[in-house]
Nanobody
Framework: VQLQASGGGLVQPGGSLRLSCSVSGSRLNYYSIGWFHQAPGKEREGVAC????????YYADSVKGRFTISRDNRKNTVYLQMNSLEPEDTAVYYC?????????????????WGQGTLVTVSS
């Protein structure tokens, strides 16, 4: 399975972006998908995750109430809607897949990774 993240860019504090993770080579239905971010000099951290049924989702405390993860299995795409962006959200964002019905938070629990997309929050 291959993943491709897109939608990053430069946005002012308080602004919004929607990231997309397009999955190919397999059906999205089989995978839980996570979004991670990595700021310069920091470790990669889990931001959000959605299970195969879409019922179970996970959010890092730092993004709860601001970010929403969703999936469209017909389009083989997972989205991360990011609102009320803060300078601290600046990072490279990655999407990753694991062939399990439920989410995980550790990067090592994910088997397939896309290339990152850069999000910069700055005035």
């Amino acid at each position: 399975v291959q993943l491709q993240a897109s939608g990053g860019g430069l946005v002012q504090p308080g602004g919004s972006l929607r990231l997309s993770c397009s999955v190919s080579g397999s059906r999205l239905n089989y995978y839980s998908i996570g979004w991670f971010h990595q700021a310069p000099g920091k470790e990669r951290e889990g931001v959000a995750c959605i299970g195969t049924s879409s019922v179970k989702t996970y959010y890092a405390d730092s993004v709860k109430g601001r970010f929403t993860i969703s999936r469209d299995n017909r389009k083989n795409t997972v989205y991360l809607q990011m609102n009320s962006l803060e300078p601290e959200d600046t990072a490279v964002y990655y999407c990753a897949a694991r062939a399990r019905t439920v989410c995980a938070t550790a990067p090592t629990a994910f088997d397939h990774w896309g290339q990152g997309t850069l999000v910069t929050v700055s005035s």
